[in-house]
Structure formats: structure tokens, C-alpha cells
């Protein structure tokens, strides 16, 4: 697990819920205690200004459910959460908080159209008004539990447990922070019920569980901005940003995949976005301590702090002989429609006719080999010089570079062109010296 995981899974969920566990079983929660009611107010405004400010119908609707599930623990419960109406109402929000969460996440996000918002307003209502029915003293023993549980039945903890499960799941799928923030949610609203079903530390509970989700719809939104949504690389501003901070000596390399457009119109674009992806993770592994970025379409940039351009060739040049060697197979096979098929069939027809020099100058990198598919990428790379010492300077110089990579047959790396003379001049230094 890479340290962008550790901090999508501790920042802000783990940490927020470790410091109010440890205030909770603290010696200093009694100092506390006074603040509580201003830090439950505040948690809950803030997050619903928030979940409203991003347009998540997903974020506002979980907090909504959140405070009327604490709410009806409160006031079922009258001061006796472990019988009667109170321990009904501890069972159903240990069952319908998760599941809420749960359905919030499948339904797609549509904003605040009246469309999109009126069956989450229904499902909360029709929730509420069985709650009430459920709640009252002749109905209570509906929810009788076994002798061995202080609060919450099994079958609810079920519930709690899958609602764990299927975030994990979908951070796998999405990579986004907003999953983790649920399952740390999940996890107070657990500590709240189990633990401290009513009093001030069910408002810390409560309210640190609402943090935790408002605070992971801010950390998704700063990953959606500066990182690319496709490859999990960062994206075009967070290299706008990374060349802001600069010294004097570094290295900027331009990398594109070398004829990625006629392999989108062989192959489809769901195999172009797997070429992309598995592009970006060759890249991001590059030696020497390189940033790698998405700058749009095929094309990314590696940054090199405090090495000069020759070093980066180096690590360039083996990063390009790993992506050649790297080869994939389809996800659900090959599947070309008549008119990419036809495309592909007259580009053949056109090669076999071009000279065999030809040939050998623009070597395809849409190879097919026999355990899957392969492509290559064309690279320039230039650092600052007393030509061009500003980043966009050195940006056009390895851009440059690359066109010449791409003149020269593609799939090579290129130096910016005063790199080689600068490097031809110190063997000359060195020549009259010796």
C-alpha cells in the first residue's frame, strides 16, 4: 500500500475519529463537555452548506440521515437506551444508517433537480414515520435481542460490517477519499450506538462522524482538481502548481504514446483508456525521483528536482524500454466494429506497398504479439540553460525535443538541443585540460 493510500485511508476519517475516541475516554472530556452542543451545531451546518456548495445530493442526504437517526435515539430513549423504545430505536439506526449510506452511494448523483432529490426525500420520510411507529412502548418488542449484547443485535452489526465492506470495494473501483469517509463514519456511528447510546458523547460520535463525511467530500474534491480521474496520476494543474515551486536545477521531460490515435481507432477507446493507464503506472514508477503528471490526451510530463538533463535521460531512456516491453491483454477481448476493422485492413494494404527504408523509419508501436497488446512512447527532455530559464521555456525546449524524437522514428528519448552541446563542450574542457 503506497503513501497515497495510507493518507487516503488516516486523513481526515482516522485521525478525526482517533483524537474523539481518546477525548471521549479522557480524563479532560468533562472540560469539554460545555463546547459539545457548538461543535455538534457547527459540524452539521458547515456539512450541509458544504454538501449543497459541491452539489452532492449523496453527502447532504447522509448527514440529513445521520441527525434524525440521533435524534430519534434521543428522544426514544429518554434518558433509557438499553429497553423499551430506546433500544428500538439504537437497533433500527444501527440498521437504516448504513443502509441509507448504502443506497445513497448506488444512486447516481443528480444534483439538487427536484428529480433527483424527491426519492431520497421519500425514502427518509417513509424511514421516519415507520421509526415512530416502531418506537412506541406497545411496539418496542419488536426489536428484542439476545441477553448477550449491550446494544445493537447481530443482525444489525451485519449491516455495519457490509456497509464497511462495500466502501472498501468502492475505493477500490474509484480511488476516491470519499469511500474511506464512510467507513470511518460507519465506524462512529458503531462506537455511538455500542458505547455511548445517548449523552454528550453521542454528540461527539455523531458529530465526528458527520465531519469525517464533510471533511472527505473536501478532501475528494481537492483530488478530483489535481489529479487525473482516469489514470490516478496528477493531473494538468497540480504540474502548473509543481512548476511554480522550481529551484535552479531540475529537468522537465514530455512523454507521449507514440500513435495513440490510430490505436484508439483500431482497438476502440476502452483499450486506449487501458494503454493510458497502464502508461501512467510505468510512469509514475520512473527512477530518480520523478513526478509524473497527465498533461490531456496522450500526452504526460516528468518533473526531476536537483539533477540536470543528461542524469534524467538516463532514467528516461530505461522508463522508455520498460513501456516497450510491457505488453496487456484486452479486458473482455477484442471487439472492433466493421468500420475500424475496414481502417485497420487499408492501413495494412498501405504498408505493405511503402518502401521497406520506410518502413524501418516509422515502425508502429501497435504491435500485437502473441501473449497481448504493446506500444511505445517518444520522449524529450530539457532543463533550464542561459537560453530559455524560465519552466514554459524549458517546457518548449522538451517539447521540441520530442518532435524530434518523433522525426527520428519515435520510441527514443531526445535531449533539448543546447543539452548536447553543453555536454560535447565539457568533453572539450576536459580534453584541453588532459
Known sequence: MNGK???????PGG???AVVVALVNGSLFAQFASSLSFYYVAVFVAGLLLAWRFNSSRILFSLLTLLLAHRAVDFFSAGHAHSGPG???VTLAALLIPLNFIIFAAWRERGFVIAGIAPRFGLLFIESVVVAVLCRPENSAIAARGPNRADIPVWALAGLAAAVAVFIRRYMQTRKPIEPGFVWSVTAVFLWLEFSSIGKASDAYVATAALIIAASL???SYVLAYYDEL?????RRAFNEALLSLDQQYAIAIVDIDHFKNFNDTYGHDVGDQVLCMVAA??????GGGQAFRCGGEEFAVIFRGISAKDAFEHLEALRRIIQDSTFRMRGGERRTALQAEEADRRKAADRRRPAKEKAAVRSPLSRPR???SVTVSIGVAE???RYRQPEQVINAADQALYRAKQKGRNRVELASTAPLRLERTKRVKASRS
Request: proline residues 3%; positive net charge.
Open 5 to 11: 493510500v495510507w493518507k487516503a485511508w488516516l486523513v
Open 15 to 17: 485521525v478525526a475519529l
Open 87 to 89: 433500544r428500538t430505536a
Open 218 to 220: 473536501i478532501e475528494t
Open 231 to 235: 489514470t490516478g496520476i496528477r493531473g
Open 282 to 287: 510505468r510512469i509514475s514508477k520512473v527512477a
Open 371 to 373: 501473449d497481448g497488446l
Open 384 to 386: 533550464p540553460s542561459t
